[in-house]
């Protein structure tokens, strides 16, 4: 991985949305509910002020509104502060 996220920031996979069918229909995948779950593919050195507890490989839960999307050769990844996140799925 290319990117290093910055002081407290965290970079994150989210888990691939669910196949969800209403009665034999497929909801396409722009009307799908954005996961809320996902894997940190890598963390910042933190700040002085706040210690960095995630680690690489952690599977971790956000807000639905968390972060911010970005696109890095072809995948889709979320970086958020570690604050964003809400809890690590053990």
């Known amino acids: ?13 989210a888990a691939p949305a669910e196949e969800v069918t209403v009665g034999g229909i497929i909801i396409p995948d722009s009307a799908k509910e954005k996961p809320l779950k996902g894997t940190v593919i890598a963390v910042g050195n933190g ?5 960095m507890i995630v680690k690489i490989g952690d599977t971790v839960l956000y ?3 968390a972060g911010t999307e970005i696109e890095f050769e ?3 990844y979320l970086m958020m502060r570690q604050s964003d996140i809400l809890a690590i799925v053990g």
């Not at 991985?1 to 996979?13: A, G, T």
């Not at 700040?47 to 210690?51: A, L, Q, R, V």
């Open 1 to 13: 991985m290319n990117i290093k996220p910055l002081s407290d920031r965290v970079l994150i996979e």
């Open 47 to 51: 700040t002085k002020d706040e210690e």
């Open 63 to 65: 807000g639905k509104y």
């Open 74 to 76: 072809g995948k889709k």
